[in-house]
Each structure stands twice: as structure tokens, then as C-alpha cells.
């Protein structure tokens, strides 16, 4: 069974502190690794897929990065915007199934 | 690109009667759809996927009868949740595959309450 762990719960920045959120998964036959951003009361918001080991995504101060069992989304120089919930999750090639499974997230704050 | 809108984001319906929700791909073809519920402080569950043109497949528990799915076209699919009970209240979102990736992108969710 795929399964994705996420770390740590919850996260406290001070703005400009640089950190890293960590996803750990275990799938069998990674079609993709998918990092989405969510604001409360609202839907994901797509941020980065990665494919294969060694593979690396920028978008503005977020950079996503992955192994074959985790994937890290390190946070350059974070503003208070950046405070949300960061979701990781995985497809596998098991089965036919589209599914994802996602991890139970990240909680970000970054205080002024 | 890449933008999904749910109709309602709110309704609030009384206990028994039926909650009919529209999730549309508004610049690309999605040939799949999917239905998730998200309870508070907790990730998304997935319910069904959802073929454009085929019957849906639902997840392990999720009650067909209740839950009803239709993707009448590759740019909308409908969650209908029939004889509705309070303990439905939850935040239900879809999300659509853009045609030729494996990316899901999501719509903004809508917040069913049961009275």
C-alpha cells in the first residue's frame, strides 16, 4: 500500500527564516510526486510534480526536490504569505488507479 | 492555465433532500475527474474517479447510492448527494486530470452544510 508521512505537523518561521518540509513515501512504481499549497477553507493549489530521483523544481522562494524515498520543499527567505498548509502527495502505477495519496500536511506560519 | 471551478461553494440544505454540486475545467480537457472530502484539520479523501463517459469508480466505503456521479462531458462532472444527513456536512472538492499529464488540479471546494 502507498502511503506518504509528512514532517514535521506544523512549522513556526520567523520571516526570512529559511526552512525545509519533508515528505516520506513508500509507492510501488512512482508515476509522480505532487506538492500542492493549501489555504484554509480552500482547494489545493498545484505547486510542483516531480518524477524521477535526482529531479529538482524552483518557483520563487519554493524549491522541491526528490529521492527515491522522500522529497524535500525547502522555503528560501519566507514571507508571511507563504503561511499555509503544504500538502505532498504520490501517484503509483499499480493497478490502473489515477489515485493520490496524500500526506496529512505541513502547517506553515511565518510571523512577520 | 490549468483553472477548475466548483459551483456552489457554499449550500446549506435540510435533512432528506438532495445537494446537487458542478465542477468544471474551464481551459483545458480533463478526462478524468475526482471527488475528495475533507474533514477539519485533516488531508483530503479521496470518494470516486470519475471517466468522461463511463461509470465512476468509488473508494472502499464510499456508498454509490449516496454519493452520485456523473462526467457528462471532458470540462464538467456532477457530485449529486442524495437523502442528505447532517453527518454529510463536510468540505467536499474536486479535482480534474489535464489531459496527457498526471497532474490533478483542484477546484476551490464547497462547503456542504446539513440541517
Known amino acids: 500500500e502507498d502511503q506518504v508521512t509528512q514532517s514535521p505537523e506544523a512549522l513556526r518561521l520567523q520571516e526570512g527564516e529559511s526552512s525545509s518540509l519533508n515528505c516520506s513515501y513508500t509507492v510501488s512504481g512512482l508515476r509522480g510526486l505532487f506538492w500542492y499549497r493549501q489555504d484554509p477553507g480552500k482547494g489545493p493549489e498545484f505547486l510542483f510534480t516531480l518524477y524521477s530521483a535526482g529531479e529538482e523544481k524552483e518557483k520563487e522562494r519554493l524549491k522541491a526536490t526528490l529521492t527515491k524515498k522522500e522529497s524535500f520543499l525547502h522555503i528560501t527567505a519566507p514571507k508571511p504569505e507563504d503561511s499555509a498548509t503544504y500538502l505532498c502527495a504520490v501517484q503509483g502505477d499499480q493497478g490502473g488507479s489515477e489515485k493520490l495519496v496524500f500526506g496529512k500536511g505541513t502547517k506553515l506560519t511565518v510571523n512577520p | ?115
Open chain 2, 1 to 115: 492555465g490549468a483553472v477548475v471551478s466548483q459551483h456552489p461553494s457554499r449550500v446549506i440544505c435540510k435533512s432528506g433532500t438532495s445537494v446537487k454540486i458542478e465542477c468544471r475545467s474551464l481551459d483545458f480537457q480533463a478526462t478524468t475527474m475526482f471527488w475528495y472530502r475533507q474533514f477539519p484539520k485533516q488531508s483530503l479523501m479521496l470518494m470516486a474517479t470519475s471517466n468522461e463517459g463511463s461509470k465512476a469508480t468509488y473508494e472502499q466505503g464510499v456508498e454509490k447510492d449516496k454519493f452520485l456521479i456523473n462526467h457528462a462531458s471532458l470540462t464538467l462532472s456532477t457530485l449529486t448527494v442524495t437523502s442528505a444527513h447532517p453527518e454529510d456536512s463536510s468540505f467536499y472538492i474536486c479535482s480534474a486530470r489535464r489531459a496527457g499529464t498526471y497532474e490533478q488540479y483542484f477546484g476551490p471546494g464547497t462547503r456542504l452544510t446539513v440541517t
